[in-house]
């Protein structure tokens, strides 16, 4: 642990800046090159959505009632199934290692894997909920909020997810593993997420559910670089 | 005499004192449940309203503090041993989760029998069973990553880290799972006000806390010794520790 500080204590901007930028254009690069892999990943996000009212009932009545927890949980694990690819391909080929090793800051290195990865899952689920949301009976106020709150929600899901995709590199168990670990985090953002849009069928304001989102994010992004950091030295130790 | 605080952080040192503290507490275990029972089951009074039925509160109210205590307990340790590098904190904190789950499981379990004969229902999507339920899972994962992974090294740190993760968003969960829903029953017992419970109520659900806690201590220091054992079988003074009893 010390060593760990010492290399990484008080980095310059500058050094912080190509780091994040560096890891952001290298992951972002080798996700648009399997873009069959992204587009999957999307139509799971659909394809789970249209799953329920077949499950439960056509009537407006529940849909509507449904709608934000369906387009919410589906978001939460569309976002699980894509955790594994920020660090599993870079773990087994020995890559990580190098990243790890390299005097740039660790923390800003998976800073740039983690928006990557926010930019090629989150953002896209943020995108189409709205879309995905016309079958719910959600109207244009509602539909806005599910967006907004997705796109401050989702940023937060991929910081948490890393941690647990850092922690299970290396460990028996995969993927249902990870899900055990991470699902448990996610469900603030869950509540607070979902929460919005029926705040505001209530009657009453989104604004407390976004602010608390905005807030958690806002943690998340100030603690997670870090602890996810750890995780990597940890899982390479 | 100064005391040396970093006498009992190494395990050659730790493992007699867990050993006498163990059968301390597992004393003060029994004779605590015991007289908690009696006060709890025979001395308090029927309540009014809810019948005998409350008196699951002995047990339901003690295991579901000791929950929300040992993962704070687990925290703690997993900060040292992530912060200083002992092996010793990880194993506690290791020793620890099993009885923080039974603890969440008890919880849960005792609160389904109570809210059966008050609430109608075995159970309802309330705030602080909601936690409780989603604490139990948090220990469960680290539960579930310990087993995982092989080196018991990586594991200590990884759990550590989970821990901590978990410690941060224990507090957001409970807060944000308490706006979105409650009807559970308001704390009978607070600190800043006067009880809304019989005298004698009290000191039954005090002194079955005692209990508990006995327990839980007694236990995790039963089991930090095993894994002490268990980690520390290739070393000499464990070899000379075991061989004796093997020679009999």
């Known amino acids: 642990m010390s060593e760990t500080w010492a290399t990484t204590a008080a980095p310059d901007a500058a050094s912080v800046s190509a780091a994040f930028g560096w890891a952001l254009a290298r992951d972002l690069r080798i996700a648009l090159r399997s873009k069959a892999e992204l587009g999957v990943q999307l139509m799971f996000y659909v394809i789970v959505v249209s799953l329920f009212p077949l499950a439960t009932s056509p009537s407006r009545e529940v849909l509507a009632t449904l709608g934000p927890g369906v387009l919410w949980t589906a978001a939460l694990l569309a976002s699980l199934l894509s955790l594994p690819r920020l660090f599993s391909a870079d773990f087994s080929d020995g890559t990580l290692e190098q990243i790890a090793l390299s005097p740039r800051p660790l923390p800003a290195l998976v800073s740039g894997k983690m928006a990557a990865h926010w930019l090629t899952t989150g953002l896209p689920v943020a995108v189409l909920a709205p879309v995905l949301g016309g079958q719910y009976a959600m109207d244009g106020t509602e539909l806005g909020i599910l967006a907004a709150a997705l796109l401050l929600g989702t940023p937060i899901l991929s910081l948490l997810g890393a941690i647990g995709a850092a922690l299970t590199l290396g460990a028996r168990g995969g993927g249902s593993l990870l899900a055990l670990l991470v699902l448990p985090l996610y469900a603030p953002v869950l509540i607070f997420g979902a929460g919005a849009v029926d705040a505001r069928r209530a009657g009453l304001s989104a604004g407390p559910q976004l602010s608390l989102l905005a807030a958690g994010l806002l943690l998340a992004l100030a603690a997670a670089p870090f602890a996810v950091a750890t995780a990597v030295r940890i899982a390479l130790d | 005499m100064i005391f040396n605080w970093f006498r009992y952080s190494s395990p050659i040192s730790f493992y007699p004192l867990a050993g006498r503290l163990s059968r301390v507490f597992g004393v003060l275990a029994v004779a605590f449940t015991i007289a908690g029972l009696y006060i709890g089951l025979v001395v308090a009074p029927t309540d009014a309203t809810q019948g005998d039925a409350y008196r699951i509160i002995f047990l339901h109210v003690p295991t579901a503090w000791m929950a929300m205590l040992i993962y704070l307990a687990m925290a703690f340790w997993s900060a040292l041993a992530l912060g200083f590098n002992t092996r ?26 109570w809210g059966r004969p008050t609430w109608g229902t075995y159970w309802a999507w309330d705030a602080r069973m909601t936690s409780t339920l989603i604490l139990l899972f948090l220990y469960l994962g680290v539960i579930a990553l310990r087993n995982a992974i092989d080196d018991p090294r990586r594991a200590d740190r990884a759990c550590a880290l989970l821990s901590l993760v978990g410690a941060v968003n224990v507090p957001i969960i409970y807060f944000s799972v308490q706006w979105w829903n409650t009807l559970h029953q308001g704390s009978s017992i607070s600190f800043t006000s006067a009880p809304k419970m019989a005298m004698t109520m009290v000191e039954g659900l005090l002194v079955m806390t005692a209990g508990v806690w006995s327990y839980c201590i007694a236990v995790t220091l039963a089991r930090v010794r095993s894994i002490i054992v268990e980690r520390e079988r290739g070393s000499g003074w464990v070899a000379s520790l075991i061989a004796p009893q093997g020679a009999r």
């Open chain 2, 88 to 113: 010793l904190s990880a194993m506690m904190a290791q020793a620890l989760a099993p009885t923080g789950a039974l603890m969440a499981a008890l919880a849960l379990w005792s609160g389904a029998f």
